[in-house]
């Protein structure tokens, strides 16, 4: 008898119909024995309705009442689920996530799983039952209501699998799995059997929205071997787990294209130490993620330098503000952005163990006619920053070239 | 520095504009120096559109499930209205019941308060915030969120008022306080300054909809003296509380007319010991509250009596069943129903004190050409069955005659 956890996002309890759907499948898989707790999100709307309702009152609620106006969401679909599922004459009972056991610390929208205790969740199971526990949402240990933020039930589930020691996860979603690259843009893109935690992660971070990197992060370090699935069709999805021999063998696993990231770049920087850690210091101050920066060469006997940087474009304007109020300390010329780039990345831990693989990707990129503008690698992935116009040509050639 | 809890039903939080309308006058009080609890309920139309939601997924859900959904009914409401007093600069913090302290017995849907241990609601008063706890539900030792069913709101308003030892309790409603007679039947029906508690309940039992005698009762239990009054004027309302002295000098506080009363009379039952309790065993069995007997002496030789009672309308169908399976074995002949009766009542504990209260009452009706069906009476009560079609003439003849 195994122990299965299930997670389904939204759209798949989106309506009382989809949620019969689920709790067809459910009912499907005790039948054959095993043991399952199903997690679930809100239903897809409720929670943007919602946050509607809150901005009528105000347009910047605080967060511990968004917290327990949003946490509601999900309460109301578990009820439904187990309701579903009684219908089907399977027993089942919902639990919130404080009831689940699920402890957070206090960061209110956002909150960190600290540790779980799921003690009423092995109840109900040894008494026959499957457990619904609403995703995105635990409590404090002084008994406040929390949510996790973004991909939130996604976290649930695995924290759960986890602690339950479960046989399984599986992370039902309206994608199949995981491919080598956007179907949309390369009609013969595959789908992967299995990928690791790292090339997952990588992935995440490269905008294949599949799911949110601190998931993928709290599964690797707990060891939860996952899949990701459709709750649409009965196709086996792809296995995220840790690095096995026979991953190398493959050079790359995935190709993502990011259209997400604008470029700025600060000109005629003064070549001195500790210009770079002010400009970054000052940014990181304003909550912005950097992801890529490459600095030239100094331009000779002027003593100065470039520095190009990426981020997302959400944030191009907060990073306007930082940059013009540092720009007499620090300066530089002038800011200039770009938000006409894509970034391409190639992923893969067989790059580790395959030599060439980045002198290939620019080769490739080249008899395209597409010209890199930055370049930056980890040990598993690499990545360019391209003209936007180009991007899908890029992943087009690029797929082609390594994926077939 | 007064200690106040207000409540405010689904209509006065309907939406947003309503709920910061309550906020504002809960900011108000606050101005005065006042500390403030503040239960609600679900916005109006919430709890309904959750039910649906519910029978969409199955006719008959588990009481436990239906606990789960409603809850969330008033968790929203509390976050609005908590969020509507920071727009007003008011410093405020929700708490759902089950955070508020308050602990039940595990009747799902009706689940009664064991106690209340409301250490967090002192202690965010303490920190200088209005508290808005969610009305109508609550959790069991074990951690099973309970709901208290029909007119849990103001239970949960008492109940608080009673464990926070407040100084008072403000039921805000749609109407302007207790009436001596429905308004609408009687235009110069007066508002009472204030009403004792037993007074109260046999109102509330006679069709008077304002509260709920489970509230009223808990209230008298726990001396909990408390306004009901309405949310859309400044209007004092009816104080509810300890009989005093001076109220036996009123002789009637007021007339009650209810309209859903159904009687049956079951013709020539066998007039031996035991018959009668055999047939409220088997009626009280299937859960129908029977409010009004009446046995007419023998008849003569023939060794039958009849015996006549009233019961909601809503019971009649299940009523006639139970008679239907027990009519062999206690032998009577037939069970009439009329569905065409009004229950009419007069209420005061001036009744105590002052004779002749119901053949006043009885020469009126006479006098007024209405017939009386049956007679049933209680220390402060006197209520009888007439035609339904003479029940708002009654009304008026009698509030005219004892209430002017």
Redesign the interface.
């Given at each position: 008898m195994a122990l299965i956890v299930q997670k389904y996002g939204g759209t798949s309890v989106g309506n009382?119909d989809r949620?019969?759907n689920v709790a067809s499948r459910v009912a499907q898989h005790r039948a054959k024995g095993d043991q399952i707790v199903v997690v679930v999100s809100a239903m897809s709307g409720v929670t943007d309705g919602?946050i509607k309702?809150?901005k009528?009152?105000?347009p910047l609620?605080?967060e511990?009442?968004?917290d327990?106006?949003l946490?509601?969401g999900e309460?109301?679909t578990?009820?439904?689920t187990?309701?579903?599922l009684?219908?089907l004459n399977v027993p089942a009972?919902?639990l919130?996530g404080a009831?689940a056991g699920i402890v957070t610390d206090g960061g209110h929208t956002k909150a960190k799983i600290a540790n779980i205790t799921p003690n009423?969740v092995h109840k109900l199971l040894n008494a026959g039952n499957v457990v619904i526990v609403a995703g995105f949402q635990g409590m404090t240990a002084e008994?406040q209501?929390t949510t996790l933020g973004r991909g939130g039930s996604d976290l649930t589930a695995i924290a759960l699998a986890a602690a339950l020691k479960a046989d399984l996860c599986q992370i039902y979603t309206d994608v199949d799995g995981v491919y080598t690259t956007d179907p949309r843009i390369v009609p013969n893109a595959k789908k992967l059997a299995e990928i690791s935690y790292d090339e997952m992660l990588e992935l995440a971070s490269l905008g294949a929205k599949v799911m949110q990197s601190r998931s993928v992060e709290f599964a690797k370090k707990f060891g939860v071997v996952f899949e990701v699935r459709s709750s649409l069709n009965d196709n086996p999805g792809t296995l995220v787990k840790e690095e096995t021999a026979n991953m190398e063998s493959v050079v790359i696993r995935g190709v993502a294209l990011d259209k997400n990231q604008a470029k700025i770049t600060l000109a005629h920087v003064p070549d001195k130490p500790g210009v770079a850690a002010r400009i970054f210091k000052a940014i990181g101050e304003a909550s912005i993620n950097v992801d890529m920066i490459v600095q030239t060469a100094s331009h000779g006997a002027s003593g100065a330098t470039d520095i190009s940087f990426t981020t997302d474009k959400a944030d191009l304007l907060k990073t306007r503000k930082v940059l013009e109020a540092i720009q007499g300390e620090v300066g530089f010329k002038e800011a200039i952005a770009d938000e006409k780039i894509g970034k391409l990345s190639i992923v893969g831990v067989g790059m580790r163990s395959h030599t060439g693989v980045a002198a290939k990707m620019f080769e490739t990129l080249a008899h395209a006619g597409i010209n890199i503008d930055m370049i930056s690698t980890s040990e598993i992935k690499i990545s360019v920053v391209i003209n936007l116009d180009k991007g899908e040509a890029a992943v087009k050639a690029v797929h082609a070239a390594f994926l077939g």
């Open positions: 009382p949620i019969k919602l309702l809150a009528e009152i105000m609620p605080s511990r009442e968004m327990m106006l946490s509601t309460q109301t578990i009820a439904l187990a309701m579903a009684h219908a009972a919902s919130t009831q009423e008994g209501i």
